[in-house]
């Protein structure tokens, strides 16, 4: 099933920090997360593994909440860059290899 | 020096003819995809093929049939277009070494509209 992302949508004035929700009602491998600017391909920031540390891309971090099936984006300090939409992906156990995808955070940071 | 590349990058038809879309990766990975993005972006996999043989294939009207002739390529055609297939469609591809934690790098894209 496709993992559920909170909010829709997040409008950040430059410096300031938001975080970024990813649930799922299955199990947990793994979640990955993406940004995708306007017009371009989804990128790879960082994989969140069972049983596995916080990551950190840049100023960016996300964590990975096993028993609730979670992870959080955590985007501190944001800059004009970091706009564009995050998408979680997950990897439940016995789905080998297959990305689902929530639904997107659209984020606009302003100066 | 692009590391997935697909052609061609804008494809505008009309219902009921046939197209392909090509894709390239120079990463030396084993598995590519095909993902459909539509209108409210919603990413959703279509295929996976590992080393040329057909791994995911998820509910795709069968008027889609990817083709893998090398594990570096993978097209996809599509029959009979309908308004419905209007999406812009990505490949990826990843080494699969690990299926449960490889990276997925995506190409540009593209898009398809059908008129």
């Known amino acids: 099933q496709q993992p559920v992302q909170s909010p829709q949508a997040v409008i950040l004035r430059e410096g300031e920090d938001a975080v970024i929700n990813c649930s799922s009602s299955k199990a947990l491998y793994s979640v990955h997360w993406y940004r995708q600017k306007h017009g371009e391909a989804p990128v790879f920031l960082m994989i969140l593994l069972k049983g596995g540390e916080q990551m950190r891309h840049e100023k960016i971090s996300a964590s990975f909440n096993e028993k ?6 955590y985007l501190t300090a944001s800059q004009l860059s970091y706009s564009g939409t995050y998408f979680c992906g997950t990897v439940s156990s016995g789905n080998t ?4 995808f929530g639904q997107g955070t659209t984020l606009q940071v302003k100066p | 020096d692009t590391a997935v590349s697909q052609t061609p990058k804008y494809l505008v ?8 879309i090509k894709c390239e990766q120079n990463l030396g990975h084993d598995t590519m995809y095909w993902y459909k993005q539509d209108s409210k972006k919603f990413l959703k996999i279509m295929f996976s093929y590992n080393n040329k043989e ?4 998820e509910t795709v009207p069968n ?14 055609h599509i029959n009979s277009l309908e308004l419905g297939d209007s999406a812009v469609y990505f490949c990826a591809s990843s080494h699969l070494t690990d299926p449960f934690t490889d990276t997925q790098y995506f190409g540009p894209g593209t898009r398809l509209t059908v008129l």
Not at chain 1, 97 to 100: E, M, P, T, V, Y
Not at chain 2, 63 to 76: C, G, Q, V, Y
């Open chain 1, 68 to 73: 609730k099936q979670q992870s959080s984006l």
């Open chain 2, 63 to 76: 008027r889609f049939s990817p083709k893998s002739p090398d594990k570096a390529h993978l097209n996809l």
């Open chain 2, 13 to 20: 038809t009309q219902m009921g003819n046939d197209k392909s």
């Open chain 1, 97 to 100: 290899g297959k990305l689902i």
């Open chain 2, 54 to 57: 057909l791994i995911i294939n």
